[in-house]
């Protein structure tokens, strides 16, 4: 190799050394000598690679005590770090719980899953929509883009389907990778790292991932069988100014908790006198076990202040990924400048959607569904029944996906999630979708995943796994 090649393959070294961070900003860099017995090259090659450097502003001498890495000029308050733990902090800080969950399946393909929170093989088989699926990818126009609203007709059919007065037109909607993306939008737009939420506690774990990734801090609001407490929202209203208020109001996850009427009422008039965004999350409207459940705060919207989150998730199947936002209209056109960044929803998806609201597929879809889910719930409960004597304790929901399980303070709930994932069960962690550790363990066991004989099988299997414990305990 010739001495130039010798010493362009060293300064190349050097230099990407620096910029990925390999060598920290402000480290001493080896004398000329040592560093040219350690790469086998000679002194001068060195001196010319430290020249070229230091002439590019990559490192600096200092009279008497060597050279070292300087900071690029013109130096970013947090030249010190390196882009990549940069990048790292807040995600790397807040909590895995979407990815542990969504694992359970590829570790333990086999288990009876009571953790997933979605209708199961079964709802997406009774409800005939890859039959749907399959008509719609032979449309050529289902392999381009749709706009980054949306597809117009799926709004349009959203719009008459919701039924809300404050929702009038497709130009409220926006169509979003599952609602998720739709929090993660709205977040981004109404708050920023530092700023200030208000939530129910405990919540979706999902949300409470999002805003801890973001750099926002949750303010939670204690809640009881009626939903929030209202009474405790007032005093944090009135002594910080949060950005927004996010609330599942309807059979929600994990409680299976419904907002009372009186307190809608209350939230929205709070939300009126302090100007407070709420974001509503109506995963589990549609999927009630007895009566209706009281209007959306969005039905009842009179100020503009609702952004309204719902899915197609829970209705057909997760995976899908179909969800929407439905606003007023000029944070509706904000949120599609925001959701142009990621390019729009997928086309196959939502075509197939809006055929399925188009032949009115979804009404008779759900009807079935409500009634498989109120049999599996009726299994698990009667399981549960059982456990009373051992002090467990849960209220029957009126809707949604889960059982939301007190356990004795003796029952550690990781263990027992441990043991009966080895026996071939799993459920989710009270913990999870708490910010800090709960006074009283609790479980969270989702009915609608399974069918009623895997549900049965896998009851067992929990009380076969808290009996033995019971005879360790006595
Ligand atoms: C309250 C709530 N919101 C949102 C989601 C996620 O919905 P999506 O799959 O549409 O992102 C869930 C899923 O568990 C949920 O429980």
Redesign the pocket.
Known sequence: MGRKAIYTRVYNQLRYEILSGEIAIGSPLPPERKLAEQLGVSRNTIVRAYSELEAEGFIVSRMGSGRYVEALHPAPSHAQTHWGKQASGKLAAAPSHMAELLSVTDTYPNTINFAH?DGGKHTLESSCFSDYVKSTAEQLHSYYFTSVQGLPELRERLVAWMDMEPISSPEQVVITS????GLYLITSLLARPGDLVVTEMPT?F?SLQLFQSLGVQIIPVPMDANGMRIDVLEGILARYRPRFLYT?PTYH?PTGWTMSLDRRKKLLALSERYQLPIVE?D?YRHLHLDAEPPPSLKSMDRTGNVIYLN?F?KLLF?GLRV?WVAANRSFARLLTRMKELSITTNTLGQLALAAYLRDDALRPHLQEVRKQYAEQAAIMAGHLDRFRPLGIRYERPAGGFYFWVSLPEEINPRQLMTECLQQGVSFTCGDMFLLREAEQPYIRLCFTHERTDQIDRGMKIIDHVLQSRKELLS
Do not use: K
Not at 178 to 181: H, M
């Open positions: 929170g599952g609602s998720q993306e979706y999902g599942v996850n999350d995963a899915t998730s997760p969800g």
